[in-house]
């Protein structure tokens, strides 16, 4: 399972996807509905590696999704 944090034009909100078929499809330029309505993917960053400081952890099982909209 991947978790998928949503950012609706740098509002947060979280989410959970349950099937990482789901999340291949989030690529920057689709158009995706989400809360009933329609919004541009302008970024997808995923962790490419573990990093752990005294200071922060990166975890890989968490993909942040950067939404612009919503599209007419």
Known sequence: MKS???YY???EG???IHEDEEV???VKGAII???GEYWRIADVVTPVAEVE???DTIDL???R???AGPQP
Do not use: F, Q
């Open 4 to 6: 998928v944090l949503y």
């Open 9 to 11: 034009n740098a509002v």
């Open 14 to 16: 979280e989410e959970e």
């Open 24 to 26: 291949e499809k989030l």
């Open 33 to 35: 509905e989400r809360n």
């Open 53 to 55: 400081s005294d200071i």
């Open 61 to 63: 099982d968490v993909i």
């Open 65 to 67: 999704v950067y939404l």
